[in-house]
């Protein structure tokens, strides 16, 4: 597989369907870095994926837009 190192990969499933497991296996083997997305919704929010949701899906579902748009523009 040619893949140029500024493209990302970006795994997508249903909860519980491995995509984590997947994912760190998939860049070590690439040598990439990982991001687990929930993880970097907490961090950038300062409160658990619990919490968001005890807010409202909508609270969750809005950081999640703004992380995923922060993701969106990294490289590599």
Do not use: H
């Not at 497991?21 to 687990?36: I, S």
């Not at 300062?46 to 999640?64: K, Y």
């Amino acid at each position: 597989m040619d893949m140029n190192n500024e493209q990302n990969i970006v795994i997508i499933g249903m909860p519980g369907s491995g995509k984590t497991t997947f994912g760190r296996r998939l860049a070590q083997c690439l040598d990439r870095e990982f991001v687990d997305v929930d993880g970097y919704i907490e961090a950038m929010e300062g409160r658990t994926i619990a919490e968001l949701f005890a807010v409202s899906e909508d609270c969750f579902r809005q950081a999640e837009i703004r992380a995923s748009e922060k993701l969106a523009a990294r490289k590599g």
